[in-house]
Each structure stands twice: as structure tokens, then as C-alpha cells.
């Protein structure tokens, strides 16, 4: 499930239509541009949210366009994102003096929508957890997007160093309106400094899967079910972008492994 960096210039789908995991409902991507460089893409009949990850972008999206779009990296300031939807053409341009790179986030979907974008001071910022399980969460096209997307949920996780996040351990891989969420979900990380590492649990309740991965700077990890516990290494801090789809509800329910929920008290 694990998906090494390769890095490559302009366009690099990570996680295509013919994926190891048999993720249906996530694609992703990442897009490097060198200062002036521009690259256009169609969305087709995927809705697709761009974030900014490092750099600086001005990007049109159909009719829309939004510019001075700036995020020195990840660890400093928080995301920028734009939504564009089915059937739109883009465009990307780097605007600054430095590599850019965004993130391709995209989902199959047959309703077409406003494109709209997500300024850092719309972020939803939210502790989650306790002690070695604390992590900071942001939100970048969850709740706040209701009504304006089909089905992508994207956002932003940071573990302090030697932290866990996903935590406890939970799922949602069953549809079980009120109690579990039926989600595809894709890692995408970072680490700080970068030569740093994780380690990402992948697991079910009858041990059918049970598989643990050093994660690194720039990896991307797939999951199709199970439950995914991740664990920053002592003195990196562990960041991760998360995107969400299935096929019934847009919701966030996870479903804690109930060995350890207990952990919560």
C-alpha cells in the first residue's frame, strides 16, 4: 500500500485508475512547476481540489481565476486549496523565484459545482487527542464545502515528534449510518527535517492484514480498509495530507478499534 517518492517535474500521478490497492474512488497527484513554468489540465469527470503545498501560483480555474497564491512549506503556514470541478479546464502558473509544488487531489463525480478556493484563514485548525496522541488537524474542504462538492474531503494532519495521530487505531471501510463512514482514504507525508521517518500500521480486527511501513519524506500511502495507526519518529514531526471519497455518504465517521478506544478516558 505503500507508494515510494520518485520525484519527477511537471505532472506525476501517484495514484492512478490501475492502483495496487483497487482504490476506487481516489486519484492523486502531485505537480511540480520551475519558476514561470505553467501547466494546464482537464479535469474530466473527476472533481478535483488543488493544494499548495511550497511556493508561489497564480491558478485558473474555468472562468475563475485566483492570484498571488503564496505558502512558504507545509510546516510554516497553512494550506491554500482551490476546488475545481468536473469538466473545467486549469491552469497552473509559478509565479515566484522557487520551485512550486502542489497536490493533485481528485475524485471521480458527475455533478458539476463552482469552483471556489480556500484561503489559509478559512483552515479549520483543531487539536484532536491527548498526551502522546495529541495532533493538529486541519480541515480544508470538509464541513466548510457542504453543498459545494459531490464527494472529495481533503485536509491536513501534523504529529509532533514521536506522536501518534489516526489514533486510536480506527476504520471506515463498512457503512453503518451514525456509527462508521464508508471511505477510501489516501497518505500523502512529509516530515521535518525531511531526512526524518514515521511509521504507518495498517491492520484488520481477524489479522487477515497486518503490516507495518517506514514512511519518509514525500511518501504516499494508500488505504482501502483497515485501520491505520501512524507514529511520527522521536524528534521529526510527521505531517500528512489526507483525501477522502466513497460512494454513499460525504461524511467523517471513523470507527475506533474498540480494544482501544478505551484510551480516550
Avoid at 471556489?116 to 464541513?143: A, K, Q, S, T, Y
Avoid at 514521536?162 to 480506527?170: A, K, L, V
Avoid at 476504520?171 to 471511505?183: I, L, N, Q, R, T
Avoid at 495498517?202 to 504516499?220: F, I
Amino acid at each position: 500500500m505503500l507508494l515510494r517518492a520518485v520525484e519527477q517535474p511537471g505532472y506525476q500521478e501517484i495514484v492512478g485508475a490501475d492502483n495496487a490497492a483497487g482504490l476506487k474512488w481516489l486519484r492523486f497527484g502531485l505537480l511540480r512547476l520551475n519558476p514561470g513554468e505553467s501547466f494546464t489540465g482537464e479535469t474530466e469527470t473527476h472533481e478535483v481540489v488543488l493544494v499548495l503545498l511550497e511556493g508561489a501560483c497564480d491558478i485558473e480555474a474555468g472562468e475563475a481565476s485566483f492570484s498571488g497564491l503564496t505558502r512558504e512549506n507545509v510546516f510554516q503556514e497553512k494550506a491554500t486549496a482551490v476546488y475545481v470541478p468536473i469538466a473545467t479546464t486549469y491552469t497552473v502558473k509559478n509565479t515566484g523565484a522557487k520551485p512550486l509544488e502542489v497536490a493533485v487531489c481528485k475524485t471521480p463525480a458527475d455533478t458539476k459545482y463552482s469552483p471556489f478556493i480556500v484561503r489559509p484563514e478559512e483552515v479549520w485548525d483543531r487539536p484532536v487527542g491527548r498526551d502522546n496522541f495529541l495532533r493538529h488537524v486541519h480541515d480544508i474542504v470538509v464541513n466548510n464545502a457542504e453543498g459545494k462538492v459531490q464527494r472529495i474531503i481533503v485536509g491536513e494532519t501534523f504529529n509532533l515528534p514521536g506522536n501518534w495521530s489516526s489514533y486510536p487505531p480506527h476504520k471506515h471501510d463498512d457503512y453503518k449510518p451514525g456509527v462508521e463512514a464508508c471511505m477510501e482514504e489516501v497518505y500523502h507525508y512529509r516530515l521535518n527535517p525531511s531526512h526524518g521517518f514515521g511509521l504507518q500500521s495498517l491492520y484488520t480486527a481477524d489479522g487477515s492484514t497486518d503490516e507495518v511501513y517506514r514512511v519518509q519524506d514525500k511518501d504516499t500511502f494508500m488505504i482501502p480498509y483497515g485501520y491505520h495507526p501512524v507514529c511520527a519518529g522521536a524528534g521529526y514531526e510527521l505531517y500528512y495530507l489526507w483525501v477522502m471519497a466513497g460512494d454513499v455518504d460525504r461524511v467523517m465517521i471513523p470507527n475506533d478499534d474498540p480494544q482501544h478506544t478505551w484510551v480516550r478516558q
